[in-house]
Nanobody, 122 residues
Framework: QVQVVESGGGLVQAGGSLRLSCAAS????????MNWHRQAPGKQRELVAT???????NYADSVKGRFTISRDDAKNTVYLQMNSLKPEDTAVYYC????????????????WGRGTQVTVTS
């Protein structure tokens, strides 16, 4: 089976930085797009950043210039480097990945982690 687990969240002051990691494990053949999302209390989940298998990236306007998404395919891991953090970045951050499972090569399945809390104080 496949698991996706986020880590790296925590408490940080405004202006600080955090680096989130999301590692996929299990019977993985390949991974297509990998994404970071966040959900703040009382708000809908929003897509923060995307990285394709080829390395192309896309960001929400609210994080452009501050957050950087990257991936290490050898480790089946996606990262989110968050700089110049603001209190409004406070949320639970989730990653999802479209994973081709070994032996099931015709389709990529969507796997989600359980999230990691990021709290930014003013």
């Amino acid at each position: 089976q496949v698991q996706v687990v986020e880590s790296g969240g925590g408490l940080v002051q405004a202006g600080g930085s955090l680096r989130l990691s999301c590692a996929a494990s299990g019977s993985i053949f390949s991974i297509n797009n990998m994404n970071w999302h966040r959900q703040a209390p009382g708000k809908q989940r929003e897509l923060v950043a995307t990285i394709t298998r080829g390395g192309s990236t896309n960001y929400a306007d609210s994080v452009k210039g501050r957050f950087t998404i990257s991936r290490d395919d050898a480790k089946n891991t996606v990262y989110l480097q968050m700089n110049s953090l603001k209190p409004e970045d406070t949320a639970v951050y989730y990653c999802n990945a479209y994973i081709v499972v070994s032996g099931q090569y015709l389709v990529a399945h969507d796997y989600w982690g359980r999230g990691t809390q990021v709290t930014v104080t003013s």
